[in-house]
């Protein structure tokens, strides 16, 4: 299940980086912590690719 719905979310969706979709590079900075977790969250906004009314019927 798992599989197919990653899946679909990348392949229907274009992915923009940042709150707005207009951000050009991505901060990857650590931050401090035994699992070395970002220093900023990773923020993406979902833009659709496919035209959503020949998936609908």
């Not at 207009?22 to 906004?45: H, I, Q, S, W």
């Amino acid at each position: 299940m798992v599989h197919t719905t990653l899946g679909s979310m990348i392949q229907c969706f274009d992915w923009k980086a940042g709150k707005d979709g207009n951000l050009t590079c991505v901060d990857m900075e650590e931050g401090f912590g035994l699992t070395l977790p970002r220093a900023k969250p990773l923020v993406y906004v979902p833009v659709p690719r496919l035209d959503p009314i020949p998936f609908s019927m």
